[in-house]
């Protein structure tokens, strides 16, 4: 080769070079941009208002405890905290909603333990997974049942009111508000678990409160909140909670674990949830808010019939699983589905 072509090569390869560095040095510089715009915007969260979806009606207990955490949540962070109730398929279709939402923080649900730990065995093709398509944020709150019955039932506690149901076969009917829900699924258990004969009359919301009030059925398990004020006034008699421990606001009334079933617990459960990829400081900033939020609602929650949780992200998963585990089970030995 030449002197003159060894220098023209020479000459190309280092132009190459400077190209494939510019090159090199522009995609880092972009790449520098877009991880400090996600740092910023991550800084400046919540830059707008955010939508926490109820999977269920308003007026219910989801909706109530929603209400009231994003409430104290606008004011801390300083946007609204806007709740969007989207009801139906036994909360999927909230669910879902979330599920495919962006992943940036804007949409978060406040779910419970019939979409998150029931529906994925009580419903048979289910297009996502509750447990790995949300990220859990925090718990708000544990809201035990109640096993409720009406007057007419002459069983003032728990001993009184097993003897009764094995004394009388088929002939004490339990309402609950749906097949698969936790009202239903508790009354299951504690039918197995005490020997004896129940029938099960499922109904849609309320319906099912109104009609043990009236006498149409004899029993259910309730949550607190739903009939804390029917107990006090007399229209329902509470028999025991399904906790493992006393709940704090029905302090008189024992557990069934503490009635001979150590193992038996049955409830619901709420929280913050957010779609898979929502970042992690993101995620961390709205746990703390509700953890902070949490002591100024205690007294309130309390008197309304639920017992406050807070904790990690973490902490909430690991509970949503077990959840999931025990439920599983319970659907199945229940033959219940849902189409």
């Known amino acids: ?16 070079c400077r190209s494939l560095a510019g090159i090199a040095a522009l995609a880092l510089f972009t790449s520098g941009l877009v991880t400090a ?7 400046a969260y919540p830059s ?6 109820v999977a269920f009606t308003a007026g219910g207990t989801t909706d109530i405890l929603a209400r009231a955490v994003t409430q104290q949540m606008s ?11 989207k009801p139906g398929g036994g909360g999927n279709i909230g669910t879902e909603f979330v599920v495919r939402a962006p992943a940036d923080g804007y949409t978060l ?14 419903y048979k093709n289910l297009p996502y997974d509750p447990l790995t398509d949300l990220v859990p944020v925090v718990q708000i709150a544990d ?5 409720v019955v009406n007057p007419a039932v002459p069983a003032k506690t728990m001993e009184e009111f097993i003897a009764y149901a094995k004394a009388n076969p088929n002939k004490l009917n339990y309402g609950s508000t749906g097949v698969g829900t936790s009202s239903h699924l508790s009354s299951f258990m504690l039918s197995k678990r005490i020997g004896a004969e129940t029938l099960h009359i499922p109904y849609k919301g309320a319906n099912a409160l109104n009609d043990l009030i009236a006498g ?7 949550t607190i909140p739903s009939v804390i004020s029917h107990i006090k006034g007399g229209k329902l008699r509470a028999i025991a909670v399904s906790s493992l421990q006393r709940s704090r606001s029905l302090p008189d009334v024992p557990t069934v674990a503490e009635k001979g079933f150590p193992d038996f617990s049955a409830g619901s459960w709420f929280g913050f949830f957010a779609p898979k990829g929502t970042p992690e400081p993101v995620i961390a900033l709205l746990n703390k808010a509700v ?18 949780v807070g904790g990690t992200p973490a902490q909430f998963g690991q509970f949503t699983r077990r959840e999931y585990e025990k439920w599983k089970l319970i659907v199945r030995e229940s033959g219940a589905t849902a189409e």
């Open 48 to 53: 707008k208002p955010v939508r926490v979806v």
């Open 109 to 122: 649900i406040v779910n419970s333990v019939g979409p998150m730990a029931v529906n994925q065995t009580l």
């Open 216 to 222: 149409r059925v004899q029993f259910m398990f309730a």
């Open 143 to 147: 809201v035990p049942n109640v096993l």
């Open 37 to 43: 715009h996600r740092a910023e915007a991550q800084a």
């Open 291 to 308: 953890n902070d939020t949490l002591p100024s609602l205690s007294a309130q929650m309390v008197r309304e019939g639920a017992d406050p």
């Open 75 to 85: 004011e801390k962070l300083g946007q609204p905290f806007v709740i969007d109730n």
């Open 1 to 16: 080769m030449t002197r003159d072509k060894l220098s023209s090569s020479v000459d190309s390869i280092a132009l190459r």
